[in-house]
Nanobody
Framework: QVQLVESGGGLVQAGGSLRLSCAAS????????MGWYRQAPGNKRELVAS???????NYADSVKGRFTISRDSAKNTVYLQMNSLKPEDTAVYYC????????????WGQGTQVTVSS
């Protein structure tokens, strides 16, 4: 099994910054893709950003230029630096890790609340 522990959410004013972290542990073996998704009330869960094994990145158009995803492979940890936050960024943010252990896995974190006040 693979476990994810997220941290770094909270309340911030518009224009502020937050940094989310997600550490993976357990039967990891090989992590392929690490990513962050978010879900606001009444909305579907959507991809915010993802990073592959070659550090290739993918961002939602709404966060390009403001958010940066990175990973520390030695620590099996993915980060999301969020700058210039807007009230519309308010959501529960979920970490997602996909890889191969004893079997392929696609694991979600418990979610962390990000609230941006205007």
């Amino acid at each position: 099994q693979v476990q994810l522990v997220e941290s770094g959410g909270g309340l911030v004013q518009a224009g502020g910054s937050l940094r989310l972290s997600c550490a993976a542990s357990g039967s990891i073996f090989r992590i392929n893709t690490m990513g962050w998704y978010r879900q606001a009330p009444g909305n579907k869960r959507e991809l915010v950003a993802s990073i592959g094994t070659g550090s290739s990145t993918n961002y939602a158009d709404s966060v390009k230029g403001r958010f940066t995803i990175s990973r520390d492979s030695a620590k099996n940890t993915v980060y999301l630096q969020m700058n210039s936050l807007k009230p519309e960024d308010t959501a529960v943010y979920y970490c997602n890790v996909q890889g191969t252990g004893w079997t392929k896995y696609n694991t979600w974190g418990q979610g962390t609340q990000v609230t941006v006040s205007s």
